[in-house]
């Protein structure tokens, strides 16, 4: 598992980030509905590939299992992949 900062966010990222979202966001925000999910939906690529620093973790495959997006030193967003849950990847990537 690695850390890094993204610089370059190619389309094939932004989709497998845009996975963890909704995958994150259905497994978390019971607030909303599908339909509500669907419309926020079309504006998550546009924040990602906007954020001024992007930074993930990836597993031992390289692919990408959760994310966070810092904009004038604020959280943005964090999301993690509902089966990385429970693991301590949000702090990590806090730190």
């Given amino acids: ?3 890094i900062e993204i610089q370059e966010r ?3 990222l932004v989709n497998q980030l845009l996975e963890i ?3 994150s966001v259905k497994a978390t ?4 509905s599908s339909g509500q999910i669907e419309n ?25 299992i959760a994310f966070m997006g810092i904009e004038d030193r604020k959280l ?6 509902n089966s990385e849950r429970g ?6 990537l806090l730190n």
């Fill in 1 to 3: 598992m690695r850390i």
């Fill in 10 to 12: 190619t389309k094939m």
């Fill in 21 to 23: 979202w909704e995958d």
């Fill in 29 to 32: 925000h019971l607030f909303l």
């Fill in 40 to 64: 926020i939906k079309k504006y998550v690529p546009q924040a990602i590939s906007g954020v001024s620093h992007l930074v993930i973790i990836e597993n031992e495959n390289n692919i990408p």
């Fill in 76 to 81: 943005e967003m964090l999301f993690i992949k």
């Fill in 87 to 92: 693991k301590g990847l949000g702090k990590q």
